[in-house]
């Protein structure tokens, strides 16, 4: 291969990394939420309780999210309407889920059926919570993301277009 060959290689390759590192924070944290549902999953799992449903569903629901991402790898616009759709849905009903899981960890039953592997201790009841409260303001971020994204007021954005424009 020739030298100039070779340079547009690199540019070419550098500009495909450069669109898929926009999404790099919203792999990350969907992979996550991949592993905090996953492990929720188990204990519920080996506790014998049919709340393992929750879990196994938004696990489900993150496949398409998933390969969404992978899609994303080999595409070279800049276009991206409608490309994160199912991470979008899927970051809401993770959303929805934290509130409603927020709002039953109050309660004694509530508590008490979805972590059946933990003792009803105000100590418990405490760290659920504040793992709730961080689920919640990470996947109401990745929205936002998303939002940044489509509108293309992100900062990868930025860095395509004068990398695009010195090139």
Known sequence: MSKKGMTELKKETALKNFRYNRFLLLRYLLAGFFFSNLYWLLM???????????????????????AEHAKLYGD??????????????????????????????????????LYPFLATSSQARAAIVTILLVGIFLSAFCIQRIRRIYLQKDKHYEYIQEFAKMN
């Open 76 to 113: 070279m616009t800049d276009q991206i309407e409608n490309k994160l759709r199912h991470n979008k849905f899927y970051h809401s009903i993770q959303l929805g889920m934290n509130l409603l899981l927020l709002v039953l960890s109050f309660t004694a039953g509530g508590f008490r059926r």
């Open 44 to 66: 519920l799992f080996m506790s014998h309780s049919w709340y393992a449903l929750l879990p196994a569903s938004l696990m489900l629901l993150m496949l398409p999210a998933i």
